[in-house]
């Protein structure tokens, strides 16, 4: 038998085990006043959510966080920490807009199953049946795109992009220049065959959608997804300027706590991979949407998890199904990238949902940290301990 003692696991058993002790002497014994104990355990939950964003603070040091913890039945926990920008000591706002980068693939992904669903495409459809030019197109269905089993090499990691985007942060790219950097490499491997993580999947779909729509990409999240859900502080950006106030991105040396500006870059360099911005608030309510399936049937639901496999690359999630990650018993999707990092997950056995915003990304050795990830895991022991 193999014991997988992965260091999420120990972290989630260490921060369950070291908070029952305390939540549970928060209890009655029978007979005391409800209302009382209501209050209490609030409370404690409350204090042992400030205690988890702490430890983030003393270990890691980023400059703020914004941190959500939404439970059926209980009062939700929104706050905001530390700076949003360094040099002017301004305070973090609890209504700012961030960058979300990858949990935009969340939104993309629940867009593409919509139209599964009102059958104007199908999952097994060839991504050439859409798309001209993608190296094994005649083999790749938009499904192993959307569970990251294409094997089409990330454009954002070629030598031709990255060029041009270090120089100009701010470069304006369409969907097509952006893929082209991906069609010039070799697929890794046989679609279906394995897991690789790769931002060029989720562009594809994104392209995919606006040929059989007709319409933007943008313009269809918000009238199929934005607005049904309420999402009011939630866009698909066409420039880096956003409503304000929006933090300033950082990396972060999380030895020293020495922080750097970071510049903003254009959503077009990410697309339908990774291009959106939303708000505390908003990413709760889609954390939900996402984990429960609100937005689709309970059979499309159940399929996009069940095509879950194991990852080896990218984001730290066990399993990574259909534009939807699994860490533990949660379903979410996180996000990191040039000064944000985002995480939104969603644990249906206790209608909870934990978000977590952080405007710094780590830079030196611990680059592969997301610290909004650690910081969920921490919360989601709370939300787990009581």
Avoid at 175 to 200: C, D, H, I
Avoid at 237 to 262: E, I, K, R
Avoid at 338 to 366: D, K, Y
Wanted: with cysteine; glycine share 10%; net charge negative.
């Amino acid at each position: 038998m193999r014991f997988d003692l992965s260091r999420r696991q120990l972290g989630r058993w260490a921060g369950a085990a070291a908070l029952a002790p305390w939540l549970a002497s928060c209890g009655g014994g029978g007979s005391g006043d409800s209302g009382v104990l209501v209050a209490l355990a609030a409370n404690s939950r409350d204090a042992a959510c400030v205690e988890a964003v702490d430890s983030i603070f003393a270990t890691y040091h980023p400059p703020g966080i914004l941190a959500g913890v939404n439970v059926a039945g209980q009062t939700p926990w929104m706050r905001a920490f530390g700076l949003a920008d360094v040099a002017r000591a301004t305070p973090m706002a609890l209504n700012s807009t961030f960058p979300i980068r990858s949990v935009t693939k969340s939104f993309t992904v629940t867009l593409l199953l919509q139209l599964v669903q009102s059958g104007q495409l199908a999952l097994d459809h060839k991504i050439e049946r859409y798309v001209a030019g993608v190296p094994n197109g005649n083999l790749i269905d938009l499904a192993d795109l959307a569970g990251n089993q294409s094997g089409l090499a990330d454009y954002s990691m070629q030598p031709g992009f990255f060029e041009v985007f270090v120089k100009d942060t701010l470069h304006v790219w369409t969907p097509q220049q952006l893929v082209a950097f991906s069609f010039a490499v070799k697929p890794a491997f046989l679609p279906g065959e394995q897991y690789q993580y790769s931002n060029t999947n989720t562009v594809l779909l994104g392209m995919v959608i606006e040929a059989v729509t007709g319409q933007l990409l943008g313009d269809l999240l918000a009238a199929r997804i934005f607005r049904p859900l309420g999402l009011n502080g939630t866009r698909y950006p066409s420039s880096a300027n956003l409503p304000p106030p929006t933090p300033t991105p950082y990396a972060v040396d999380v030895v020293t706590g020495v922080a750097d500006d970071q510049p903003l870059i254009s959503p077009t360099s990410l697309a339908g991979s990774g291009a959106m911005a939303s708000t505390l608030a908003d990413l709760l309510v889609w954390g939900d949407a996402l984990g429960r399936g609100s937005l689709l049937g309970a059979e499309l639901q159940s399929l996009r998890k069940s095509r879950a496999r194991a990852v080896t690359n990218g984001p730290e999630y066990d399993r990574y199904g259909l534009g939807i990650g699994q860490i533990g018993d949660w379903w979410g999707h996180t996000g990191s990238g040039v000064g944000f990092q985002v995480a939104t997950m969603n644990l249906a056995s206790r209608e909870a949902t934990v978000s977590v915003m952080v405007n710094a990304t780590p830079e030196g050795s611990r680059r592969d940290l997301n610290l909004a990830q650690e910081l969920f895991e921490k919360l989601a022991a709370v939300v787990e301990a009581g």
